[in-house]
């Protein structure tokens, strides 16, 4: 312990007795002694709380779902309707334009930084 003091005192009349003190007091002329030991603790409370909240969730984007799902629904069709290898060529085609139209559900991920 660092800051740890201990005292030694008579046990009838107070009086500091060196902490080594054996036998009689020199003041009364009695035995006992009473040992006082003190603890001086410093507690530095550092705390940094960094909150993060994230918040996750998906945003649908309904008219690009229901654009995609139009034109591969209808592809086969298209390419029914054209007839043949050249119209099962076109469909293929047309359901392969739906890959180059952005993801109808968009990931949105915000995070906020707060202090304390
Ligand atoms: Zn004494």
């Known amino acids: 312990m ?10 009838w009349c107070n009086e500091l007795l060196p902490q080594n003190h054996q036998g009689k007091c020199p003041n009364c002329d009695r035995k006992g002694k009473i040992v006082s030991a003190t603890f001086k603790e410093s507690i530095t409370i550092k705390d940094f709380i960094k909150l993060k909240h994230v918040h996750e969730y998906y945003k649908k984007n309904i008219k690009i779902k229901w654009l995609v799902t139009t034109i591969t629904v209808s592809s086969p069709f298209i390419g029914l309707w054209i007839g043949g290898w ?8 047309i359901g ?3 890959l180059l139209i952005p993801p109808s559900v968009t990931k949105i991920r915000e995070t906020t930084m707060s202090h304390n």
């Open 2 to 11: 660092e800051n740890q003091v201990i005292k030694s005192f008579c046990k």
């Open 86 to 93: 050249i119209g099962a060529v076109v469909g293929l085609i």
């Open 96 to 98: 392969l334009i739906t």
